[in-house]
Every structure is written in C-alpha cells, then in structure tokens.
C-alpha cells in the first residue's frame, strides 16, 4: 500500500526565492508505483488531487494506485473521488443550493446542533447572470431598463442572497449586471493554481451549469454537476465518479481563413456525438491544438455537454499563460502558473503518441467547413451551403418522421400582420410573415462572447453592411447580451460597437439572455399570428443549446450560428436562403451584396483584437466585481447564521428533510406517470422560461395575488417549491406517449397524462396529486438520454415532490442520473432489446418492481412485473444505475442532503462507506 505522508511533498521556488511545497506526481516510482508520463493530463490532475487529499477515510491509497495504474482499456468499475478547490454557481441553479443549505442550518437548529456546523469549506462563487430578460431590445438604454425590470421582479431572491453572503464565510456573491458565470470565471475568478496550508495545487471546481468545462480551455479542470452535488462538495465530501475513459481527439492543420471557432465548435460536437464521448473524458492534443487561442480552445470547451463528454480539457502551454497575462492576471501569478505545470511535467499540449489514450479521434480543422446547427439539436450540424435545402426538406417532411408537415405551396404563402391582428406598430403595418422566417437573431453570451475575434468580426461584417446600406428585417428581434463588459470595452476601441448598434444589436444585457429562454416576449402582432396561422418560424443564436421551445415556445425552429453569421441572417429575415450564393440584399445602387462581399479578412480581425484589448481594462472593469449597482444596493436583507424564512413565492423552507430515510422498500401496485421517447432534456422536465397563467404554477401564483405580468420565470423561482413542482414536466413541447394521437394524426403535446384507471386526461401535477392521495407509488418510462441539457437540480426535485419512486430508461444523462439518486430517487435502466416500445408499454398497466435484499448495492438487478388487467404478462430485469458505494449511501439515507447533514453533526451516528 502507498504512503499517504510526506515522500510526495516535493518544492520550488520562485525567481524572488519564495519557496513553494506540492505533491510531486514524479515521486509515484519511489514508492514502487509506475511513472505517469504517459497518463492523459486528466487523469494525472485527478491523481495529484488524490494524492494531496488522501486521509485513509474518504480519500484512500487504494485510490491513488488504481489512479496511477490507470489503463487506457480496462474495464470501468471501481470509482475514484476528486477533491476540488473552488465551486462555482448561477443563481438559477445557486438559488435552491442556498436554500438548502439554509435549510441545513434550520434543521440543524431543530436537532440542537450549531447551524455554523453548515458551512461551504471551500470558496464559493455565485454569479446573478441567468435572471435577467431581455424585455427591451434594440435602444440605447435597454440595459439599464431590463436591469431595473430584473431586480424589480426578484427582489425577494436577491435579498436571500445578500442573506447569504453575510451567514456563510466562505460565499461571494457576483451582483446583476457583470456578465456570465462562465466568462467571468475565464476572465477574473480562475487563477491556474491556488496554495492552502503551504502546499500550490493545481486549481480545480465543479460547477452548477453544466457548460462550467469553457473553463477547461484555460487548463483549468472542472465540469458541470448538479446543485446537491456541488453541494455535498462546498461541505467537504469529495465528488466521486466512476473511473473514466479517455478520449484524445488530435487537432491536425490550421483553420482555412473565414472560418470561425464557432464553425469548429459545432463540426466538433457532431463528430464528437456522433462518435460516442458521453460520461467520458476528453483531451486534446497535436500541433492544431497547440495553434488555437485560448479563447477559440474555451469556445470548443464550452460545448462539452452538447457533444456529451465530461471535459474537454486543453493542457496548459504558452497560449494559455498568454490569455492570463492578456486578462489582467499578475505578471507573478502567470510564472507561478507556468512554473508549477512545467515542475509536473504537465505543460504543453501532447504530441500524437506521447499518451495512451482509451480512443483517439483525428480532426483536421483545415477542412472544417462554415455552418450553422438546427433546428433542434447541437450535433445537428449542417454546412452552410445545405442550411436552406435540408431546412426545407425538413419542413415538407410527414411529423411521424420528425418532419413539420407543410406542404410546398405552404412555404411560399405570406400572412399579413395588419390584416389579422389588431394594434400593430407601424413599422410593422406592410410586413408580411411566412413559414422559416427569422424571428430572433441573437448575440447571446453562452459560448461566444468570451470570443473577441468571433464579435470583432460580428462588428465589421455590420459595419461592412451599413455601409452597402443593409438593414436587419424589420420583423427581425435583434439581442446582443455580451458575457462580460469587457465585451463593450473592446468593441468601444474598435470602433465596432456604434454599427452593431445602429443594426439593432445594442447591447441588451450583461448574462444569459436568450438561450435560457429569456428572450422576453415577441411582438404580440406577431405572437398572435404565428399561433393562429401555425407557422415555424425560427431564431438564430450564437449560444450552445437550441432546444424545442427553449428560446420561445412559439419558435420551433432553432440555430446555432456564429456571431457574424447571426447578423447575416439578421439581414436576410429567413433561414431558406443560400448564403453561400444567394445575396443577403441590395446596395443604394441595386447591385446584389453577397456573405463574401461583408465578411471581414483575418488580418482586419487580428489587427483590430491587437490594438483594443488591453489587460488594464480587465483589470479595471473586475476591481470591484463583487459590488453592485444603487439597485442592488438598496435590497434590504435580514442577517443572522439562521434564515427566518419570510413569506414570499420566491423562496420557501423545502420539505426535503420531513421524511426519514429507510432502506429500499419494494414497490408495489404502481403506475406510469408519463412515458417518453429518446431525448428527452431536462428543459422538458424542468423548464426555465416564462411561467403562462393557464399553467398549473401559474394558477398556483395567481391564487396568491401575483399579477400575471409578474410571474417571472421558472428559473427566477426555483427557490419556491410550490411553483417548482407545478413546474415539473411543464413543457408546451413534452411529448407523453400515453396520451392518445389527435385527430389527422397529430400528437398531442404539452403537460398532460392519462390518470388510470379512470383514463381521464389531466395535467401531469393534477394526476400526482391525485395519485398521492390515492397512495398509488409513481413511475417515469423513457428511451435514450434522459436527462439531457442543462443541470437542472430541480428535474430531480420536482420528480421527487411529484410522487415519483423510479425512473426507468433506455440510458441517462450523467448529471441527471446522479441528482436522482441524490433525491433519493431510483434510476433503473433497461437491458438487451428492452424498451418501452419493445413492451407496448401505454400506461394502462400497473408495475411491481422489487430488489433481491431489502438494500440497493451498485450494479444491482432488480425485477420488474408488469401486469395488465390484474394478471402478470411479463417480467424483466433492470439495472440500478448506482454505480458506486457512495451513491448507494446517499440512496440509502434518502438523498444527498440529509446524508452530509448527518455526517456534519451526528458525526458517531454516520454510516460508513465501504469501498
């Protein structure tokens, strides 16, 4: 067994003689285990964490060695934990993170323990970026005026944050109105490495938005997990996972010129989906690798979740220390960076060969072409010559197929706004509207805004086209909601700003303003016309998700675009044009102006990034990040280590500590809640857009007062469990397949199920509560990818509070499976050729589902009986996806929750884990 002491402790010292203790991975061969120069980075990161946190309990010596044995192809079952050293939140996902834990101290107050026992024990960053709605658009001072909406509306959740900056030591709050958590962990709050107890580490996190892997591009390892699992780790426990493959994907040429990092990023997501990274590692390397900014290698990592990987980590090299110097990080801190990765042997980007990896995919990025992805999914990649002739197809294909159903002479048919739809504003009076017209073009912060080069080149392609005497399509909402104000800054030097500007692409918001699906409202002339004539109208966004009803529930059609390419769209008002040969519109002078007459030359781009980025307006614009504006300051709060829990439908005590836990009871006489086909994402299961009045949640809030202008979003009341449970499988788009189809063959859509065995049709919420009272256990059936997007706790939190015993599915999502069994909820899967389709599963059935012993064990079968009219028809085996022992203690103890409650302060009474 290996030392877990002192033989790994190895120093340096600085160029000014400061001495500096780490855990060397080059003294692994003196204690008898292998050199690790051909480990994956990854997978040496995650040992140096091991190695530097093992204490014989959580952290074992079993642990390093099955680390520093790793093998590229052995079979994956033990698990390994990983300590990090910072967690990161947004405040739709920190909010309920917050409430739990003042839920923690409240309970902990209730058993008589010390509430300051619940305290994060490492640094917690909480960014507000995901709150805001982008209600005003296109004028000068639609920030102010949607930031003013924004702390108006949430008051009530700001106040409970700035309770919470003052009750936890360890926790900082980023106010409104500064940009994205994403880029604001690039741009300010990474430091490459962090020192604790006189030893420097590697810096490290898990974040509660799963797109935290942009971080990755940086050299900086973490990945998205869900709120309870950031939150067991806040508290001290180590995130575990299941020992993981790695996958190398080799970047090999240079990127021809016009091609952009978000073209790279989307080729890369349908390859790599289509490949099969899901729950793995991944790593790139080669000379491509080593060529990219690293702000093109943050766009790629961004990505990450869409094409289904963990990480997409970036080792640290040059480049690298480059963007930190460039940001305004120290010169000191930047040569203590690279000096730590160099004294590791971890700098630089690995050659082709130099690391056994568990699979190796090439990609030359000389013959990525330009493209866009839609109108559904990420990985739905299409090159930019096919976008208008695949969308068309698309649009005459039969629904059954996945199609829109249109016929031809449909999509050349125009409606006029005026003629059916009354108060019209007036540049609208002459517009008509059609199927595939453009309703959104947005310039939205997820992926790209940390990009300089992709919004230099948005600004001169509209700069470009002013100057041809272009203008955006009057029917066109343009959004421009930059990641960072840095943004602004730049944009200001270059001269780029005022043209966007003058194309409708002011500024409208520093956070996620659109592909959260905070977009605010269409035009309701508009609205109305596209519901009334069931048009597919589309937007067009420069973020990562493009979801069914994620960016408006009017919108069915969805792509992902780079910054310069959203504007050209912007500029056309349809999706069925050709901009590879057809023109985007016509000079003072009649002349077609064609995507090659506008689009700027990569020296124009370099040139312009050169002279206006300046590290001192990083350093300037984050001096005071943590202050807020007049607004946010005048919010007052209550203080105190203990919560008093207001009155309020924005936050509310949750009622996840009021059951005991009790070891796995079979369930018996239970029925389907709802059954689902593949993909379906947690957006479906847990939306985050505006909340309608004729929905459950929104009858709730009116039956307390809340005018209906004042419902917010599922989002900005995900610390209500009254409103996050009604809000649980409320989608417009949620297809249940127990729902019988509608006439002409249509499928009936939306948040609806059949009660059995009464077979009336009602809301999802009304039959749980119906099956509640009869005492009636709950199922959810599902295909591939349950779970997918973005990690929402409240997915699992609704389910639970919903009645819901199991999910049974094809396959998870990584994040989602693992919120379940922290809610104490069961994932099964199914095994062979077993499906809902294979089982003629409709919901008129009832399921027994029993284990072999009274406990779930990782790996474990159980048995499903399903019983039609009373008598048994067949039985099957699941799988229990829980994959290790310390999932199976959290199952056991009811959730996450109140396991790390218990081992706070009944620390005698803990169970232990066994390895």
């Given at each position: 067994m290996v030392s877990c002491a002192s033989p790994y402790l190895r120093s340096f010292a600085e160029a000014n003689g400061t001495l500096h203790q780490y855990f060397s991975l080059a003294a692994l061969p003196s204690q008898g285990l292998p050199s690790v120069d051909r480990l994956p980075v990854v997978i040496r990161l995650l040992l140096e964490s091991a190695l530097r946190n093992c204490n014989g309990i959580q952290v074992l010596t079993s642990h390093i060695e099955a680390l520093a044995r790793w093998q590229p192809q052995s079979v994956r079952e033990g698990e390994i934990p990983f300590v990090v050293s910072r967690v990161l939140l947004q405040d739709f996902t920190g909010v309920p993170l917050l409430t739990d834990l003042a839920a923690m101290r409240s309970e902990a107050v209730r058993r008589g323990a010390d509430p300051r026992a619940i305290e994060p024990m490492i640094p917690v960053h909480l960014v507000i970026d995901h709150s805001v709605q982008t209600v005003f658009s296109d004028s000068k001072n639609a920030v102010e005026k949607n930031q003013q909406l924004e702390v108006f509306q949430n008051q009530e959740r700001y106040a409970f944050l700035k309770w919470g900056t003052q009750a936890f030591e360890t926790f900082k709050v980023v106010p409104p109105g500064k940009g994205i958590c994403h880029q604001i962990n690039l741009e300010h709050l990474a430091q490459g490495v962090v020192e604790k107890d006189g030893v420097i580490f590697p810096e490290t996190l898990v974040g509660t938005d799963s797109h935290t892997t942009m971080i990755n591009g940086i050299g900086v390892l973490g990945w998205g997990v869900g709120g309870i699992e950031a939150e067991a780790s806040m508290l001290g426990q180590p995130l575990y996972l299941l020992m993981p493959d790695v996958?190398?994907?080799?970047?090999?040429?240079?990127?021809?010129?016009?091609?952009?990092?978000?073209?790279?990023?989307?080729?890369?997501?349908?390859?790599?989906?289509?490949?099969?990274?899901?729950?793995?590692?991944?790593?790139?390397?080669?000379?491509?690798?080593?060529?990219?900014?690293?702000?093109?290698?943050?766009?790629?990592?961004?990505?990450?979740?869409?094409?289904?990987?963990?990480?997409?980590?970036?080792?640290?090299?040059?480049?690298?220390?480059?963007?930190?110097?460039?940001?305004?990080?120290?010169?000191?801190?930047?040569?203590?960076?690279?000096?730590?990765?160099?004294?590791?042997?971890?700098?630089?980007?690995?050659?082709?060969?130099?690391?056994?990896?568990?699979?190796?995919?090439?990609?030359?990025?000389?013959?990525?072409?330009?493209?866009?992805?839609?109108?559904?999914?990420?990985?739905?990649?299409?090159?930019?010559?096919?976008?208008?002739?695949?969308?068309?197809?698309?649009?005459?294909?039969?629904?059954?197929?996945?199609?829109?159903?249109?016929?031809?002479?449909?999509?050349?048919?125009?409606?006029?706004?005026?003629?059916?739809?009354?108060?019209?504003?007036?540049?609208?009076?002459?517009?008509?509207?059609?199927?595939?017209?453009?309703?959104?073009?947005a310039i939205t912060s997820c992926t790209n805004t940390s990009n300089p080069q992709l919004l230099i080149a948005a600004g001169l392609l509209a700069r470009n086209a002013l100057a041809k005497g272009l203008k955006v399509k009057p029917w066109v909402k343009t959004l421009f909601t930059p990641g960072s104000r840095v943004v602004a800054e730049y944009l200001a030097q270059a001269g780029l700003e005022q043209p966007l500007a003058e194309l409708g692409f002011d500024i409208t918001a520093y956070g996620c303003g659109a592909c959260v699906g905070n977009i605010g409202g269409l035009e309701p002339a508009i609205e109305d016309l596209i519901t009334e004539q069931d048009l597919i109208c589309c937007s067009v966004l420069s973020g990562n998700r493009n979801f069914d009803a994620r960016i408006h529930p009017a919108l069915r059609a969805n792509f992902l675009a780079s910054p310069p390419l959203v504007v050209a769209y912007a500029l056309c008002g349809t999706m069925l044009i050709d901009l590879t040969t057809q023109p985007l519109g016509y000079d003072n002078s009649g002349t077609p102006v064609f995507l090659a007459d506008l689009w700027p030359s990569g020296d124009e781009i370099e040139a312009l990034a050169t002279q206006s980025i300046d590290p001192a307006i990083y350093s300037r614009l984050y001096e005071n990040i943590f202050e807020g504006s007049s607004d946010w300051n005048s919010i007052n709060s209550t203080i105190g280590p203990v919560y008093d829990w207001p009155a309020s439908t924005y936050i509310t005590q949750p009622r996840f500590f009021d059951e005991p836990a009790a070891a796995f009871q079979p369930i018996r006489g239970a029925r389907a809640l709802a059954i689902f086909g593949d993909s379906v994402t947690t957006d479906h299961i847990s939306p985050a857009g505006a909340i309608r009045l004729e929905s459950p949640a929104g009858h709730w809030l009116a039956a307390q007062g809340v005018a209906p202008n004042e419902f917010n979003t599922y989002g900005s009341r995900r610390g209500h469990s009254e409103v996050m449970v009604r809000g649980t499988f409320a989608s417009v788009r949620l297809k249940n397949l127990m729902l019988p189809l509608l006439p002409e063959g249509a499928v009936d859509e939306g948040p609806f199920t059949l009660h059995r065995p009464s077979a009336q049709r009602m809301s999802i919420f009304k039959a749980s509560l119906s099956y509640l009272a009869e005492g009636v256990p709950l199922l959810i059936f599902a295909g591939?990818?349950?779970?997918?997007?973005?990690?929402?706790?409240?997915?699992?939190?609704?389910?639970?509070?919903?009645?819901?015993?199991?999910?049974?599915?094809?396959?998870?999502?990584?994040?989602?499976?693992?919120?379940?069994?922290?809610?104490?909820?069961?994932?099964?899967?199914?095994?062979?050729?077993?499906?809902?389709?294979?089982?003629?599963?409709?919901?008129?059935?009832?399921?027994?589902?029993?284990?072999?012993?009274?406990?779930?064990?990782?790996?474990?079968?159980?048995?499903?009986?399903?019983?039609?009219?009373?008598?048994?028809?067949?039985?099957?085996?699941?799988?229990?996806?829980?994959?290790?022992?310390?999932?199976?203690?959290?199952?056991?103890?009811?959730?996450?929750?109140?396991?790390?409650?218990?081992?706070?302060?009944?620390?005698?009474?803990?169970?232990?884990?066994?390895?």
């Open positions: 996958v190398g994907v080799c970047l090999t040429g240079s990127l021809c010129p016009g091609i952009t990092a978000t073209d790279v990023v989307l080729h890369i997501t349908q390859l790599l989906r289509a490949t099969g990274v899901v729950g793995k590692l991944v790593e790139f390397l080669g000379e491509g690798a080593a060529l990219l900014s690293a702000t093109d290698r943050a766009t790629i990592s961004s990505m990450a979740p869409e094409y289904g990987a963990t990480c997409a980590y970036f080792p640290v090299d040059n480049n690298t220390l480059k963007y930190y110097q460039q940001t305004g990080r120290t010169e000191r801190q930047v040569a203590l960076i690279g000096q730590y990765y160099r004294e590791q042997g971890l700098f630089g980007s690995p050659q082709p060969g130099s690391i056994d990896y568990s699979k190796v995919v090439s990609i030359d990025l000389s013959a990525i072409q330009p493209g866009v992805s839609g109108p559904r999914r990420p990985q739905d990649y299409l090159p930019l010559d096919m976008v208008s002739k695949s969308f068309k197809s698309l649009l005459l294909k039969d629904p059954a197929e996945g199609g829109y159903g249109k016929i031809l002479e449909q999509l050349s048919a125009r409606c006029s706004l005026s003629a059916r739809t009354p108060m019209v504003p007036v540049h609208l009076e002459a517009v008509l509207i059609g199927h595939a017209d453009l309703m959104v073009a591939e990818e349950y779970g997918t997007g973005s990690s929402r706790d409240w997915a699992a939190k609704g389910t639970r509070l919903l009645g819901v015993r199991a999910v049974v599915a094809r396959s998870f999502e990584r994040i989602h499976r693992s919120n379940l069994i922290g809610m104490g909820i069961l994932p099964l899967q199914f095994e062979a050729d077993d499906s809902v389709q294979n089982l003629r599963l409709d919901g008129s059935e009832s399921f027994d589902i029993s284990p072999t012993e009274n406990v779930i064990k990782p790996g474990q079968r159980l048995k499903l009986i399903i019983r039609r009219s009373g008598v048994i028809c067949i039985e099957i085996s699941l799988l229990a996806r829980i994959d290790n022992a310390v999932e199976a203690a959290y199952f056991r103890a009811g959730g996450i929750l109140p396991f790390v409650l218990d081992q706070l302060i009944d620390a005698p009474e803990n169970e232990v884990i066994q390895q």
